[in-house]
């Protein structure tokens, strides 16, 4: 355990605190010198416990004027690493950057593997603004929440200054849109609704339905754990959905990865889409829907608009100006391709 607070931490403190030396705790805490990542996040941890390194960064703040962006990603590193979200949001954080001549920093943290330690960004001073995405948890969350000076934008989560994507009203437009080719019996593959974002895809769904007099006792709905074992959740789902007594001429299924993999399974249980199953796929990007046979009709989240917005946010706050609207919500796009049919196409 840390010693308790003093007035004035210094570095002489968190040497001894750490069992290393000063010059050790130096580099680690400035980025520069010889010291292994491990041991670097140990260090920075342990000075924000002790009540340094907020000071720390104040100061480096305070010195000079740093105008540098950061997209700083939380999410589990198996998550980050199959999620073509973060890929996209990483590329068009990139280019917008670029176009501006803003220099530009990423990380991508996976704040449950390293629940004790921090993303350098957010205590290197390197940076004068942060996009955070995803969702911080354990130390970083707390020092996100009571320490950090950097003028920041949180996207697709909430926060005093955020962007999102509107995804109850784009949902909402999917399942209006099934019931217009005449599907009645239209089905839900959802997120884990422990989670807020899926929470609100299951009641802008129910919500649809109901507002079309379809939402019926036994409307079929399913979960599939992003964070699980993915054979076992796809088998769970396509089990669930072939041992349904009335199965669902229409799905709407979270996840473009989930989708793909969903049909296929389909198919192999010869089922085939959209003639016997039509399927919209949401929180997915164009290209990820566009890359399979057939194309999935989608519900697109527009990544180059959620980062030109929260771009333009964080560095209106890094100026001091006024935010009108601290909580912005970007439209997703709904493609129609070749996953979608009137539900009489199926006896043809």
Same mark, same amino acid.
């Not at 069992?19 to 000075?47: N, P, Y």
């Not at 670029?98 to 990380?107: A, D, K, S, T, V």
């Not at 807020?196 to 129910?206: C, E, L, P, S, T």
């Given at each position: 355990?840390?010693?308790?607070?003093?007035?004035?931490?210094?570095?002489?403190? %968190?040497? =001894?605190? *750490? @069992?290393?030396?000063? !010059? +050790? $705790?130096?580099?680690?805490?400035?980025?520069?010198?010889?010291?292994?990542?491990?041991?670097?996040?140990?260090?920075?941890?342990?000075?924000?416990?002790?009540?340094?390194?907020?000071?720390?960064?104040?100061?480096?703040?305070?010195?000079?004027?740093?105008?540098?962006?950061?997209?700083?990603?939380?999410?589990?590193?198996?998550? %980050?690493? =199959?999620? *073509? @979200?973060?890929?996209? !949001? +990483? $590329?068009?954080?990139?280019?917008?950057?670029?176009?501006?001549?803003?220099?530009?920093?990423?990380?991508?943290?996976?704040?449950?593997?390293?629940?004790?330690?921090?993303?350098?960004?957010?205590?290197?001073?390197?940076?004068?603004?942060?996009?955070?995405?995803?969702?911080?948890?354990?130390?970083?969350?707390?020092?996100?929440?009571?320490?950090?000076?950097?003028?920041?934008?949180?996207?697709?989560?909430?926060?005093?200054?955020?962007?999102?994507?509107?995804?109850?009203?784009?949902?909402?437009?999917?399942?209006?849109?099934?019931?217009?080719?005449?599907?009645?019996?239209?089905?839900?593959?959802?997120?884990?609704?422990?989670?807020?974002?899926?929470?609100?895809?299951?009641?802008?769904?129910?919500?649809?339905?109901?507002?079309?007099?379809?939402?019926?006792?036994?409307?079929?709905?399913?979960?599939?754990?992003?964070?699980?074992?993915?054979?076992?959740?796809?088998?769970?789902?396509?089990?669930?959905?072939?041992?349904?007594?009335?199965?669902?001429?229409?799905?709407?299924?979270?996840?473009?990865?989930?989708?793909?993999?969903?049909?296929?399974?389909?198919?192999?249980?010869?089922?085939?889409?959209?003639?016997?199953?039509?399927?919209?796929?949401?929180?997915?990007?164009?290209?990820?829907?566009?890359?399979?046979?057939?194309?999935?009709?989608?519900?697109?989240?527009?990544?180059?608009?959620?980062?030109?917005?929260?771009?333009?946010?964080?560095?209106?706050?890094?100026?001091?100006?006024?935010?009108?609207?601290?909580?912005?919500?970007?439209?997703?796009?709904?493609?129609?391709?070749?996953?979608?049919?009137?539900?009489?196409?199926?006896?043809?």
């Amino acid at each position: 355990m840390p010693p308790a607070r003093k007035d004035k931490i210094g570095m002489k403190d %968190i040497a =001894e605190a *750490a @069992g290393v030396s000063v !010059m +050790t $705790v130096s580099a680690a805490l400035s980025g520069a010198g010889r010291v292994s990542d491990t041991r670097k996040r140990e260090i920075v941890a342990l000075a924000h416990r002790m009540g340094y390194r907020s000071n720390t960064a104040a100061r480096l703040l305070k010195s000079k004027r740093v105008d540098d962006l950061g997209l700083l990603i939380f999410e589990k590193e198996e998550l %980050i690493r =199959e999620n *073509a @979200g973060f890929m996209d !949001m +990483t $590329v068009q954080f990139m280019q917008e950057c670029l176009r501006n001549n803003i220099h530009f920093q990423l990380e991508w943290f996976d704040c449950y593997r390293n629940s004790e330690a921090l993303p350098q960004m957010l205590t290197s001073g390197l940076v004068g603004g942060l996009l955070i995405a995803g969702a911080p948890q354990n130390a970083a969350k707390h020092f996100i929440e009571n320490d950090l000076v950097l003028p920041s934008v949180t996207l697709c989560e909430p926060g005093k200054y955020s962007v999102g994507f509107d995804n109850e009203n784009s949902l909402r437009q999917a399942v209006y849109y099934l019931a217009s080719l005449g599907h009645a019996n239209i089905g839900l593959i959802n997120g884990p609704e422990t989670l807020g974002v899926f929470q609100g895809f299951r009641h802008a769904f129910d919500t649809a339905m109901s507002e079309l007099s379809l939402l019926r006792p036994d409307t079929f709905h399913a979960e599939n754990q992003p964070a699980g074992d993915f054979q076992y959740e796809l088998r769970k789902v396509t089990e669930a959905f072939l041992k349904t007594q009335t199965r669902p001429t229409a799905l709407l299924v979270s996840s473009g990865l989930f989708t793909k993999a969903f049909i296929s399974d389909l198919q192999r249980n010869g089922i085939r889409v959209p003639e016997d199953l039509s399927i919209i796929c949401h929180e997915t990007v164009d290209w990820e829907a566009e890359a399979f046979s057939p194309p999935i009709s989608a519900i697109e989240r527009k990544y180059d608009d959620l980062i030109a917005a929260g771009v333009k946010m964080v560095r209106e706050l890094m100026d001091g100006q006024e935010i009108r609207c601290p909580n912005t919500l970007i439209l997703p796009s709904f493609t129609k391709r070749g996953t979608v049919c009137p539900p009489e196409r199926r006896n043809n």
